[in-house]
Structures are given as structure tokens and as C-alpha cells.
């Protein structure tokens, strides 16, 4: 008796184990949805924020003439980690035409840094200690992305993890 309870725990174990690691490493079966975000076609609100790893500040004023791609993030999110290197395929392939900038949302610093060498975001981020720009923008989870055309309005919002090939069409239609 004792050894079929052992042998029926020991298979929960394994499969339990196996669900999680699929759970854990599979890609995202569709891409973000987009949002009817009340921000769509207003001013973007403002970002003023220490780069994560860095003394430096960012300034979304700044940015003004280019499209930005700002996307919220947080160490701890599973779809996260599947659209870090979406993020980064995108960022390299526009570089110089859109800029992309994370927003580490609800995370400490520690784990932010350790997450941005372990998956080499190839895009800086920025810190928002007290949540104030994820409440500016009305940023309830990670992921959440936001495109700003080159005028600074809201172009479009999505939820959840985004692709390469969603952002580029994305940016694309707030190009024309």
C-alpha cells in the first residue's frame, strides 16, 4: 500500500515538474491585443526616469520626431521573458528610425538588472520606482506596450506579449 502511494506521488511529482516546464519555456501561442486605450490620439504622458544601471535620466520630450515604442515590464512576468527577445529583434532591426524603451513596472532594481543581462535586452530601460508613469498610463500588468508617433500622441496600445513582426506592422500603419 505504502508503495503504490509513493509511486502515485512520484508520477504527480514528474508530471507536475513536466507541466510546469512547459508552462514556463513555450512561446507565445498569439500576439498581443490591442487595446482602445483612452490615451489613443492624446499627448503621451510624460516620461522623466533614471535608465535602469545607469546615472543617466530619459526624456520621452526628447524623443520627439521619432516613433517610440514604450513597452512595461517586469522581471517576475512570464510573457515578459517571451517578448524580451521580440523586443530586442525589433530594436535592432529599427535602430535609428524607432527607438524602444522598457519600463521596469512593480520590480525591484536587483532583479531588473540581473533580468536585463540574463536575457540581453538590446534597448534601455527605465527605473518607475513609485508607479507613477504605469498609473500615467494606466498600466495595470506587464506586458503592456505603447507606440507614440512622432508628434508624442498615443498611437496604439497592446496587451500582453507583442512580436517583431506585430510591432513592425504596428509602426508601419502609425508611420502612413
Partial sequence: MRRSVAVTTLAVLVLASALAALLVTRHPVSEATSSPSPLL?????????????????????????????????ASW????VAETPELSTFAWSHRGSVDVVGVVFNDSLGAAETFVRHYGALYPSVVDPGGSIALAYGVTSPPTTFVIDRHGRVAAELLGATTARQLTAVVDRVRS
Fill in 41 to 73: 490620439g492624446r499627448p503621451a504622458p510624460t516620461v522623466t526616469a533614471r535608465l535602469l544601471g545607469s546615472a543617466r535620466d530619459f526624456r520621452l520630450a526628447s524623443d520627439r520626431g521619432h516613433v517610440v515604442v514604450l513597452s512595461f515590464w
Fill in 77 to 80: 512576468c512570464g510573457p515578459c
